[in-house]
């Protein structure tokens, strides 16, 4: 059995240590906000947090996160309010078909926990998750007016 705990709330799972966290999340939690994009760590789809750090989750196996906290998107509104992230992605219609966006914004909140006031060039060096629709412009916006909101 391999323990973790998950937005808050304690597992236990029994599966092979070598199995990715994604897996673990999407097939035996049932959460379904991480995405598989690649299953090779690239696009991004799939980040977590994994004890405050982002983690690509299709790459890593749960074994590695046994013991510790994980937070997906589902985990990051607190008390009934949106995450500013979120809220700062709604307000900025980021999404378009929406695939990546879970993995955008668990990015972002990262980046911004490590640079609470980002320049146009820590967003471009930190957001290296792949949207194929382009939104890459309103990503921009919506992490610069969160890091405003946040100030």
């Not at 994994?50 to 790459?59: F, K, M, Q, W």
């Not at 990015?107 to 926990?113: D, Y």
């Not at 919506?142 to 890091?147: E, F, G, L, S, V």
Request: glycine share 10%; aromatic share 4%.
């Amino acid at each position: 059995m391999i323990r973790l705990t998950v937005n808050g709330k304690l597992h236990e799972v029994d599966v092979e240590p070598e199995m990715p966290l994604l897996w673990v999340l999407r097939d035996e939690l049932d959460i379904k906000g991480p995405k598989f994009g690649c299953g090779v760590g690239q696009c991004g789809a799939c980040m977590v947090h994994v004890n405050g750090e982002p983690a690509l989750s299709c790459a890593l196996p749960v074994s590695a996160a046994a013991g510790k906290r994980v937070v997906t998107i589902e985990g990051l509104a607190q008390g009934g309010r949106l995450h500013p992230v979120q809220q700062a992605w709604i307000d900025h219609q980021v999404p378009q078909c929406g695939y990546c966006q879970g993995g955008q914004i668990m990015a972002a909140v990262a980046l911004l926990r490590s640079k609470p006031d980002p320049s146009d060039k820590d967003i471009d060096e930190a957001m290296a998750n792949i949207c194929r629709c382009g939104t890459y412009a309103r990503i921009r916006a919506a992490i610069h007016a969160a890091a405003k909101k946040r100030r």
